[in-house]
């Protein structure tokens, strides 16, 4: 380059100041990015870290209810066989006002009679048909919730 004048030498000098400066910020700008994007790449390792381990959590627990779940299906299908043999020994009219006691007495069909009161709807059974329950000749009904009844004696209904 042919330098001319000292202006055309001071302006040039003065050029390459600028671009020292120019770059020690750039350089700055890019250790501190550097130092975030490495930041960054931690965080994002710790996340990885902790979604795994959320993941094998998970797994773990889906594994149980799983287990859980078949279980429950097992025992639900033993219960209802189970409940099928039985039915074949009820009659087949006391079957039926099982069935339509239980859906219309929120479940329960059959209660238990203690000391003459009805543990289903807690009235009195008169002392007539308290006697007749106690003969055990019938199924009979509760006058009052017309639950199917059964004597239950005290030492047994406190458990
Ligand atoms: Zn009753």
């Not at 006002?97 to 929120?106: C, G, V």
């Not at 003459?116 to 048909?129: A, E, K, T, Y």
């Not at 006058?143 to 239950?152: A, E, G, K, Q, V």
């Amino acid at each position: 380059m042919n330098i001319q004048t000292n202006r055309e030498y001071q302006s040039i000098l003065k050029e390459i100041e600028d671009t020292k400066a120019a770059n020690k910020q750039r350089e700055d700008k890019l250790v501190l990015l550097l130092e975030q994007s490495e930041s960054i790449t931690n965080k994002i390792d710790e996340l990885k870290t902790t979604c795994e381990d959320s993941e094998k959590k998970l797994t773990a627990e889906s594994k149980k209810v799983k287990k859980a779940t078949s279980k429950l299906q097992a025992d639900k299908k033993k219960i209802e066989s189970s409940r099928e043999a039985k039915t074949k020994k009820v009659k087949a009219k006391h079957l039926k006002l099982y069935e339509k006691l239980r859906a219309n007495r929120n479940g329960l069909a059959v209660a238990g009679v203690t000391k003459g009161v009805c543990r289903g709807c807690n009235m009195n059974i008169p002392p007539q048909l308290f006697n007749e329950l106690l003969r055990e000749d019938d199924i009979l009904s509760c006058p009052t919730c017309n639950r199917m009844m059964y004597h239950l004696p005290e030492e047994e209904s406190d458990e």
